[in-house]
């Protein structure tokens, strides 16, 4: 495998590693979250677009079908394999866990000093005024579907790369003998 797929899937690990840990620390009461500052969401966000971009192509590239990219993945170390499920787990639980919270409510803002969020319930879909405490239960709620859900598709950008690359090595020893 090319050191570019090596590069390309660990950046992609390393964002998704961040994010769900990112995701995961929100949870913790009192715990100051990077995601409120300005500049590191757009860092993360000008190293999350190419990563995620970058990765379908390579496998468009190969022009492998699903199985064959499972396949090529089964191929690589165990370590690696295991880490990249271990990942996924994780990000599929905290989105279960933040999904399960059981509030309807999203996208809170600040207007005029009062604080809204929209009430997604059948019974009472609209915006409706909240209380501050209420305002950043939201906050942390859409915080933690925002970091879990490019963290999972890091991990699976991770896998896609890897696996790319284990098929164009294999192709690459094929066509040598």
């Known amino acids: 495998m090319g050191w570019t797929y090596k590069l390309h899937a660990g950046v992609a690990i390393g964002l998704g590693c961040l994010l769900l840990v990112s995701a995961a620390l929100t949870w913790l009461p009192g715990t100051p979250s990077w995601t409120e500052a300005g500049w590191p969401v757009g860092v993360v966000a000008l190293l ?14 190969t022009r492998a079908d699903r199985r064959a990219l499972w396949w090529a993945f089964r191929c690589l170390p165990g370590g690696v394999q295991a880490g990249l499920g271990a990942l996924a787990l994780t990000g599929i639980v905290l989105e279960g866990l933040g999904a399960s919270g059981g509030s309807t409510l999203q996208a809170a803002e600040v207007r005029e000093g009062r604080y809204y969020a929209f009430e997604t319930a059948p019974y009472a879909r609209g915006t409706m005024e909240i209380s501050r405490s209420r305002y950043l239960a939201v906050l942390e709620d859409d915080r933690r579907v925002w970091l879990t859900a490019p963290g999972v598709l890091c991990v699976v950008a991770a896998y896609a790369v890897l696996a790319a690359g284990e098929l164009r090595r294999a192709d690459r020893g094929a066509a040598r003998s």
Do not use: G, I, M, Q
Not at 48 to 61: H, S
């Open 48 to 61: 999350l677009v190419p990563v995620l971009v970058a990765a379908p192509v390579r496998v468009l590239l």
